[in-house]
């Protein structure tokens, strides 16, 4: 699933390139994926105009003129690829990013009136885009339930430590992985920020200290600038607005790095698995 660089990157390319067109028709071909009424879709989608494009957490916001707001949750296997006189793809690394379009993953088109065309790609069909009034948005269940951004300005070490205490006994790795404690954190980037922290992803919450929190603190922000930065972590057929395929995994630390040596101490990172999850880690940076 994209994490939130990565869905921030998506947000970015969107915000540029979708602001100021107006939807001429939309396309889709299951209600899963597209679960509106049609009545809704042409009063308030059809003929609308995109203002603005946000994220909440891994969930994408693109505001109308209408004041309805289309929500987009990528899930697993979803793409949103842009074509007109730039062409912007980003979510799941596969060809449907690069190539023809639409294709047997394209779930809805949406046909702006200059010509150039949004697809919603998901192979598995777990992903969806939503029409809802914009100032309902944040009343969905999704949004009522899940943690403050790590990005925030509001978002401090001592929030941090005081969302970590609702998972006191569950490892740290499965509490920072957890939604409704921290919005935006996958795989990646808690192996990354554990590892900057020299925290083993199995300590039990309770067991660390305030000193340890922060520096785990410290270290997610750090983590999710940098691959903002970069572009996002696929490795793999993912193109940014500019056509760039994201990079930040050229400069992991230790995803992905098992059986190399530890860029900090030099002993050799190992894969285990945690929370249900494989991790990446150095024993010897982190002792449990």
Known sequence: ????????????????????????????????????????????????????????AKVLLIELSSKYSLVVHLKMTGQLVFRGQE????????????????????????????????????????GWMRLIPTAEVMNIDFFQKVGPEPLSADFTAEVFHERLQRRKNSTIKAAILDQTVLAGIGNIYADEGLWGAKIHPATRVGQLSRQQTTRLYKELIKVLRLSIEKGG????????AEGKRGSYLAFAQVFRREGKPCLRCGHMIEKIRVAGRGTHICTACQKL
């Open 1 to 56: 699933m994209p994490e939130l660089p990565e869905v921030e990157t998506v947000k970015l390319g969107l915000q540029r390139l979708l602001v100021g067109k107006m939807v001429k028709s939309v396309d889709f071909d299951t209600e899963k994926s597209f679960p509106n009424a049609s009545s809704d879709v042409r009063e308030f989608l059809v003929g609308s105009e995109v203002v603005l494009v946000n994220r909440r």
């Open 87 to 126: 062409q912007f793809g980003a979510g799941h690394p596969n060809d449907s990013l690069i190539g023809d379009l639409p294709d047997r993953s394209t779930r809805v088109t949406l046909t702006f009136t200059d010509g150039s065309k949004l697809f919603f790609n998901d192979q598995r069909k777990f």
């Open 233 to 240: 972590s696929t490795d793999k057929n993912y193109v940014d």
